[in-house]
Structure formats: structure tokens, C-alpha cells
């Protein structure tokens, strides 16, 4: 057995060793100076197995060092999950490839995110319920899980993020925040009357991040059409900078929800 294996197993209960006895208050003080929660965590686990199972000094160490590392992964993900706030939390594993009208090899192609590397965009439009959000949710949690971040507005949050920034005047400070975020997605654009504040919002954003980070949106129409939702100069402006270096998916066919609804798969059966 490894020393790595044994740290992952130092918090399970082994025969014969015995409750692991608290740190010392000193070394818990540094350890909590020095911002190692993990290690401050598992330590007292680590080093009751160690001593019991006579571990060389540097497996101990190796260890500790495995559990941090691994701690501070965890951390990290739940917080790029949080700051990304996804709608629902829906991930490739309830994902049905053969249900989407988008051909197996796009979906894989988009599943490796080498275009979010590229700094490319990606419209998927179509009609409703046929996994526009899902899709983008679903590579959104994918690209969370590798490291990357990624912010998820509307239109109408886009409105709001101009209107309270306006006042002061930082606007431009507010988009280069959320221009930190590695994929910025604007989802369900189309269902909703545009404000102007929200189409200025979607052109600022789309202008900002051109050719340096990945604009990710889902449409009921093709971004051809954006000029019959918000006015022309804008709309023009937009769709130039957003389809320059984007990959465009249609998606066809019914609702999937509506399907779902009618085959009696919407609900769970009343006891």
C-alpha cells in the first residue's frame, strides 16, 4: 500500500489503531497561521496510522501534503461552482446525446472545450425544450470541473448589472469583472421583450470579451434575426463581433419537456 492510498484511508477506522489524539495546541495554531485547514483536519488520523503502521517520516508527509492538496481541489470546485450560479445544476450524466438533434460529433467536439481554449463562442438556437440550456449547463459544469470558471447571466441580469453600475459611472469595471470568468453564458435570449439597458448590456459584453474570452448563448432565434429584439445599430454591432469566431449549433424537432409531459414522465405517479 501506498502512502497515498493510506492517507485516503487514514480517516476510515483501522482495527487496532486507537482514537486519534488532538494536535497539540501549538502546532494546530500553526497550522492554522499557515492556512493548511486540510492538513489540521486529517492530521491527527494521519498520525495515529502512521505511528501504528510504522510509516516512514516521508509517507507521513506525503500524506498530509495528499490531503491538502485534495482538500483545497474540493474547495475550489465548490467555489467556481457557486460563483458560476447555474440555473438547476444539470451535468452531462443526465445528458441523452441521441435525444439532441445536434450530431454526435459536434457534441463531442464541444465536450472537450478546446474552443473555450481557442477563446471561441457558441450559439446553439432553436425551438424551446430542445436542451439549449441544458447543453450549455451541462458544458458549463464540465468546464467547472476542469478548472476553469464561468459566469451565467440572462438578458434581464445583463440589464440590471448596466443599470447599477451606470449611476457611477463603472460600467466598463463591472463587464472587465465578469470578463475574469473563462465562459460567459447568456441563456434564453429571445423568450422575452429586449430592454434597452439589456441589449446594450449583451453588446458591451460581447464587445469586451471579443477575441479574448468565450461568449457562450442559447436562442429561440438565429443571432441573424437579433435585429427584430433589439435595435438594428445594435444588433449589427453584436452579431458581427459574437459570430466572428463562433461555432453556430441549430437545434430541431419537438419539446422535449412537452414530450416527457405527455408520456406521463413529467411527475412522479400519485400514491
Avoid at 435525444?99 to 477563446?119: D, F, G, K, N, Y
Avoid at 469583472?177 to 473563462?182: N, P, Q, S, T, W
Avoid at 477575441?211 to 438594428?232: C, Q, V
Amino acid at each position: 500500500m501506498t502512502a497515498t492510498t493510506r492517507a485516503r484511508d487514514a480517516s476510515v477506522p483501522v482495527a487496532g489503531v486507537p482514537t486519534a489524539p488532538p494536535l497539540p495546541e501549538d502546532v494546530q495554531a500553526l497550522l492554522h497561521k499557515l492556512r493548511l485547514p486540510h492538513i489540521r483536519r486529517h492530521a491527527p488520523d494521519v498520525v495515529a496510522t502512521a505511528k501504528a503502521q510504522r510509516w516512514e517520516p516521508v509517507e507521513v508527509l506525503r500524506a498530509l501534503l495528499v490531503e491538502e492538496h485534495a482538500g483545497r481541489a474540493r474547495s475550489a470546485l465548490a467555489t467556481r461552482r457557486a460563483a458560476a450560479a447555474f440555473p438547476t445544476g444539470k451535468t452531462f450524466d443526465a445528458w441523452q446525446p441521441d435525444a439532441s438533434s445536434i450530431p454526435a460529433p459536434t457534441q463531442q467536439a464541444l465536450r472537450t472545450l478546446e474552443w473555450v481554449h481557442r477563446r471561441e463562442n457558441l450559439v446553439i438556437c432553436g425551438p424551446s425544450g430542445t436542451g439549449k440550456t441544458f447543453l450549455l449547463e451541462a458544458l458549463g459544469q464540465q468546464a467547472v470541473e476542469q478548472g476553469l470558471r464561468v459566469a451565467w447571466f440572462t438578458l434581464e441580469d445583463l440589464g440590471t448589472l448596466l443599470r447599477r453600475h451606470r449611476a457611477d459611472d463603472s460600467v466598463t469595471k463591472a463587464i472587465a469583472r465578469v470578463l475574469r470568468a473563462d465562459i460567459i453564458v447568456v441563456d434564453d435570449i429571445g423568450l422575452l421583450p429586449v430592454s434597452q439597458d439589456a441589449a446594450e448590456g449583451l453588446y458591451r459584453l460581447v464587445d469586451a470579451a471579443y477575441e479574448k474570452r468565450s461568449i457562450a448563448i442559447s436562442s429561440n432565434l438565429h443571432p441573424a434575426a437579433f435585429d427584430e429584439l433589439m435595435p438594428k445599430t445594435l444588433a449589427t454591432a453584436t452579431v458581427d463581433r459574437l459570430l466572428h469566431h463562433a461555432h453556430v449549433c441549430q437545434t430541431s424537432g419537438e419539446s422535449v419537456r412537452q414530450a416527457q409531459a405527455l408520456a406521463g414522465q413529467g411527475v412522479s405517479p400519485l400514491s
